[in-house]
C-alpha cells in the first residue's frame, strides 16, 4: 500500500429497502430526506409503510435539506470495533441526535472525531455526508 | 391472570454441566437438563406432554428432546426469542394446561453459548442484522450491532436524568459477584469483584465495562409447569405463580425510537395487578441481569426502589443478602452463567422452596418472590412467585 491508494470503505453500507429508499437515496445527493405523516403530521422515522403514531397510509416525503444542526440526546463511546470496519475507528462514538428544527426526529450516527472527553448529553453537532463509494453517501455527526 | 392465582406452579427446575466448551450438542445438553429437571419433580419422562423452548438458531428442537427422552408429546413449540421468553412460554403452557391440550410442560433453554453461537459474537451477517430489525439500515452502518451499545444508549441517558454513576453500576456487579462466592458451580465463584477494581476497569462500550456485561456459557436449564392440583403428585415442593406478565413491548419496533421507554414499564402493572401484591410486599429477586444498568431500570420499573432513588438504594447494600431486596442471588447472569435468563429463574425457584435452608446462601424472607425477563428495552415480561 502507499499514499495514493484510495483509502476503502470497509464499514457496513446502508442496505435500501422499499421503505427506506428515498431517505438513503437523498443521503447519496447530500440532503435530509424525512418520511411525515400527512394525516397526523408528525415526522415518520425510521420510514415505514404507514404512520407509527396513527396508523394512516397518507405518508410522504419532506426534504430538509442540507443543514441540519442537533444536539446529542444520549450517545455511547465504544472502544471495541462489534462490527467490520469499526477496527481502525476507535473510540466510535454512536450518537442519538434530535433535531434543533425538528425536535420530534432523532437520527443515530457516529459523531466523527468524537471520544469520551468531547461528547456529552447536549453537545450540539451538524450533519455532514461521508462518501463510502462514488454513489454512496453516508450521514454523519460533526461538532457544530 | 387473576383467575388463575396460585393454580399454577414450576414443580421441577434442572441444568446441565456449566462449560466454557462442553464439546456436547446443545441437544445432549437439553437432555441433562430436561433429566435433572424430571427427577427433581419425581416424575417420568413419560408425564411430560409439552415441550417448549427458545432459541436464536442455536439450539435445538422440543421435538428432538421429547423424542430421545423417549417420548411422543401432544404439544411442541419453539420460538425465536431471548430474554424474557421463560415467562412468555410458562404462560402459553398454562394456556395449554387451562385448556385441557395437556397436562405437564417442560421448558427448556439449551446453547453452547461460548464455544458455539454467540451472542453479539458476530453469529449474524451484517445484511441480515440490516434487513433482520425494523430501521436496521439506520444503526448497523453506524456500528451500533451488538446490545451492548444498543442498552447503553438508554442507559447514558436514564443514568444522567436520575442521577446514577458508574459506582451504581459497580453496586450491582459486586453484589452479584458476592453471590457467586456462595455458588461453587457459579463461574466466578473464587473471583470476588471489589468496587475499587470495578472502578479501574475500562469501558468497552460506555458505560458498561466487562463486569457490566452477563457472560457466556454452554449450559441448558430446564423448569417443568404443570397445575397445583397436579402438583401434588410431584415430590418436590411446588412454587407458585402468584401472577404474571406474559410479554408487553414498548410503541415502536424500532425501540430507539423512544429511548425513554422500556417494555418493563408496561409490564409491572399488569403483573401486580394479576398477583395482587404490592412492590413492597416482595422480599427476593431474580431481575434480568445481561448488562448491569438493566437491573438499575428494572428496579425502577417495577417499583422495587422509588424513581430517583435507585442510586442509593443500591449504594445501601439492598441488592445484597442482608439488604432488603436480595437479588440474584447465584450470581446471576453478570457472574454465575447465561441462559437467557432461565438460571436466573432456577435460583429463584430454590430460594422459594428453601433449599438452602441452613446456609448462608438461603435468604431469610422468600415468601414473594419476583422474577423479571428482559429481551431488551423492547420486550419484557415477569412472574411473581410464592410457595
Not at chain 2, 444508549?153 to 459486586?174: I, K, S, W, Y
Given at each position: 500500500?502507499?499514499?495514493?491508494?484510495?483509502?476503502?470503505?470497509?464499514?457496513?453500507?446502508?442496505?435500501?429497502?422499499?421503505y427506506?429508499?428515498?431517505?438513503?437515496?437523498?443521503?447519496?445527493?447530500?440532503?435530509?430526506?424525512?418520511?411525515?405523516?400527512?394525516?397526523?403530521?408528525?415526522?415518520?422515522?425510521p420510514?415505514?409503510?404507514?404512520?407509527?403514531?396513527?396508523?394512516?397510509?397518507e405518508?410522504?416525503?419532506?426534504?430538509?435539506?442540507?443543514?441540519?444542526?442537533?444536539?446529542?440526546?444520549?450517545?455511547?463511546?465504544?472502544?471495541?470495533?462489534?462490527?467490520?470496519?469499526?477496527?481502525?475507528?476507535?473510540?466510535?462514538?454512536?450518537?442519538?441526535?434530535?433535531?434543533?428544527?425538528?425536535?420530534?426526529?432523532k437520527?443515530?450516527?457516529?459523531?466523527?472525531?468524537?471520544?469520551?472527553?468531547?461528547?456529552?448529553?447536549?453537545?450540539?453537532?451538524?450533519?455532514?455526508?461521508?462518501?463510502?463509494?462514488?454513489?454512496?453517501?453516508?450521514?454523519?455527526?460533526?461538532?457544530? | 391472570?387473576?383467575?388463575?392465582?396460585?393454580?399454577?406452579?414450576?414443580?421441577?427446575?434442572?441444568?446441565?454441566?456449566?462449560?466454557?466448551?462442553?464439546?456436547?450438542?446443545?441437544?445432549?445438553?437439553?437432555?441433562?437438563?430436561?433429566?435433572?429437571?424430571?427427577?427433581d419433580?419425581?416424575?417420568?419422562?413419560?408425564?411430560?406432554?409439552?415441550?417448549?423452548?427458545?432459541?436464536?438458531?442455536?439450539?435445538?428442537s422440543?421435538?428432538?428432546?421429547?423424542?430421545?427422552?423417549?417420548?411422543?408429546?401432544?404439544?411442541?413449540?419453539?420460538?425465536?426469542?431471548?430474554?424474557?421468553?421463560?415467562?412468555?412460554?410458562?404462560?402459553?403452557?398454562?394456556?395449554l394446561?387451562?385448556?385441557?391440550?395437556?397436562?405437564?410442560?417442560?421448558?427448556?433453554?439449551?446453547?453452547?453459548?461460548?464455544?458455539?453461537?454467540?451472542?453479539?459474537?458476530?453469529?449474524?451477517?451484517?445484511?441480515?442484522?440490516?434487513?433482520?430489525?425494523?430501521?436496521?439500515?439506520?444503526?448497523?452502518?453506524?456500528?451500533?450491532?451488538?446490545?451492548?451499545?444498543?442498552?447503553?444508549?438508554?442507559?447514558?441517558?436514564?443514568?444522567?436524568?436520575?442521577?446514577?454513576?458508574?459506582?451504581?453500576?459497580?453496586?450491582?456487579?459486586?453484589?452479584?459477584?458476592?453471590?457467586?462466592?456462595?455458588?461453587p458451580?457459579?463461574?466466578?465463584?473464587?473471583?470476588?469483584?471489589?468496587?475499587?477494581?470495578?472502578?479501574?476497569?475500562?469501558?468497552?462500550?460506555?458505560?458498561?465495562?466487562?463486569?457490566?456485561?452477563?457472560?457466556?456459557?454452554d449450559?441448558?436449564n430446564?423448569?417443568?409447569?404443570?397445575?397445583?392440583?397436579?402438583?401434588?403428585?410431584?415430590?418436590?415442593?411446588?412454587?407458585?405463580?402468584?401472577?404474571?406478565?406474559?410479554?408487553?413491548?414498548?410503541?415502536?419496533?424500532?425501540?430507539?425510537?423512544?429511548?425513554?421507554?422500556?417494555?418493563?414499564?408496561?409490564?409491572?402493572?399488569?403483573?401486580?395487578?394479576?398477583?395482587?401484591?404490592?412492590?413492597?410486599?416482595?422480599?427476593?429477586?431474580?431481575i434480568?441481569?445481561?448488562?448491569?444498568?438493566?437491573?438499575?431500570?428494572?428496579?425502577?420499573?417495577?417499583?422495587?426502589?422509588?424513581?430517583?432513588?435507585?442510586?442509593?438504594?443500591?449504594?445501601?447494600?439492598?441488592l445484597?443478602?442482608?439488604?432488603?431486596?436480595?437479588?440474584?442471588?447465584?450470581?446471576?447472569?453478570?457472574?454465575?452463567?447465561?441462559?437467557?435468563?432461565?438460571?436466573?429463574?432456577?435460583?429463584?425457584?430454590?430460594?422459594?422452596?428453601?433449599?438452602?435452608?441452613?446456609?448462608?446462601?438461603q435468604?431469610?424472607?422468600?415468601?414473594?418472590?419476583?422474577?423479571?425477563?428482559?429481551?431488551?428495552?423492547?420486550?419484557?415480561?415477569?412472574?411473581?412467585?410464592?410457595?
Amino acid at each position: 500500500m502507499n499514499e495514493e491508494t484510495k483509502v476503502i470503505y470497509e464499514k457496513p453500507i446502508p442496505l435500501k429497502n422499499t421503505y427506506n429508499a428515498p431517505y438513503w437515496d437523498a443521503a447519496d445527493r447530500h440532503e435530509l430526506n424525512v418520511q411525515k405523516c400527512n394525516t397526523c403530521g408528525i415526522y415518520n422515522h425510521p420510514p415505514g409503510p404507514s404512520c407509527a403514531n396513527c396508523g394512516s397510509i397518507e405518508v410522504t416525503w419532506e426534504n430538509l435539506g442540507s443543514n441540519i444542526t442537533g444536539e446529542v440526546y444520549t450517545y455511547i463511546v465504544s472502544h471495541r470495533p462489534f462490527l467490520p470496519g469499526f477496527q481502525n475507528d476507535l473510540p466510535t462514538v454512536i450518537a442519538v441526535v434530535h433535531l434543533e428544527d425538528y425536535p420530534d426526529i432523532k437520527i443515530i450516527a457516529n459523531v466523527l472525531n468524537g471520544n469520551a472527553e468531547t461528547v456529552s448529553i447536549g453537545t450540539k453537532v451538524k450533519m455532514v455526508w461521508v462518501e463510502a463509494t462514488e454513489e454512496r453517501s453516508i450521514p454523519q455527526w460533526v461538532f457544530a | 391472570m387473576e383467575k388463575i392465582r396460585e393454580k399454577y406452579a414450576i414443580v421441577g427446575v434442572g441444568e446441565s454441566n456449566r462449560s466454557k466448551n462442553s464439546g456436547v450438542t446443545p441437544l445432549e445438553l437439553a437432555l441433562e437438563a430436561a433429566r435433572v429437571a424430571i427427577a427433581d419433580a419425581g416424575l417420568e419422562a413419560k408425564d411430560i406432554d409439552g415441550f417448549m423452548s427458545y432459541s436464536e438458531m442455536d439450539s435445538c428442537s422440543p421435538h428432538q428432546v421429547a423424542t430421545y427422552l423417549g417420548v411422543r408429546p401432544k404439544v411442541v413449540k419453539e420460538m425465536f426469542g431471548g430474554g424474557s421468553s421463560t415467562e412468555l412460554l410458562i404462560a402459553e403452557a398454562i394456556g395449554l394446561i387451562e385448556t385441557g391440550q395437556v397436562n405437564t410442560v417442560l421448558i427448556y433453554r439449551s446453547m453452547n453459548g461460548r464455544s458455539g453461537v454467540r451472542m453479539g459474537g458476530g453469529g449474524f451477517s451484517i445484511d441480515a442484522l440490516q434487513n433482520g430489525f425494523d430501521g436496521g439500515s439506520f444503526i448497523i452502518p453506524y456500528g451500533a450491532g451488538s446490545p451492548g451499545q444498543w442498552f447503553g444508549l438508554f442507559a447514558t441517558r436514564h443514568m444522567h436524568l436520575n442521577g446514577l454513576t458508574q459506582e451504581h453500576l459497580g453496586h450491582v456487579c459486586t453484589s452479584f459477584y458476592e453471590h457467586a462466592q456462595r455458588n461453587p458451580k457459579a463461574f466466578f465463584y473464587g473471583k470476588p469483584l471489589t468496587m475499587e477494581e470495578y472502578m479501574k476497569t475500562a469501558h468497552l462500550s460506555s458505560p458498561f465495562t466487562k463486569h457490566d456485561y452477563c457472560l457466556e456459557s454452554d449450559e441448558a436449564n430446564a423448569i417443568i409447569v404443570t397445575s397445583t392440583e397436579r402438583a401434588k403428585d410431584c415430590k418436590s415442593v411446588p412454587v407458585k405463580i402468584l401472577g404474571m406478565a406474559a410479554r408487553e413491548v414498548v410503541s415502536h419496533a424500532h425501540y430507539w425510537k423512544n429511548i425513554d421507554e422500556v417494555a418493563a414499564d408496561y409490564v409491572a402493572p399488569q403483573l401486580y395487578k394479576a398477583a395482587g401484591v404490592s412492590p413492597e410486599d416482595i422480599k427476593v429477586a431474580s431481575i434480568y441481569d445481561c448488562f448491569s444498568w438493566v437491573v438499575l431500570r428494572q428496579l425502577e420499573a417495577y417499583g422495587l426502589a422509588p424513581k430517583g432513588e435507585v442510586g442509593d438504594f443500591v449504594s445501601a447494600g439492598n441488592l445484597r443478602m442482608d439488604g432488603k431486596l436480595p437479588t440474584n442471588t447465584a450470581g446471576g447472569m453478570l457472574s454465575e452463567g447465561y441462559t437467557h435468563g432461565m438460571n436466573n429463574v432456577l435460583e429463584i425457584v430454590r430460594q422459594v422452596r428453601r433449599e438452602y435452608e441452613g446456609t448462608d446462601r438461603q435468604v431469610e424472607d422468600t415468601e414473594l418472590a419476583i422474577c423479571t425477563g428482559w429481551t431488551g428495552p423492547d420486550v419484557a415480561g415477569a412472574m411473581i412467585l410464592c410457595k
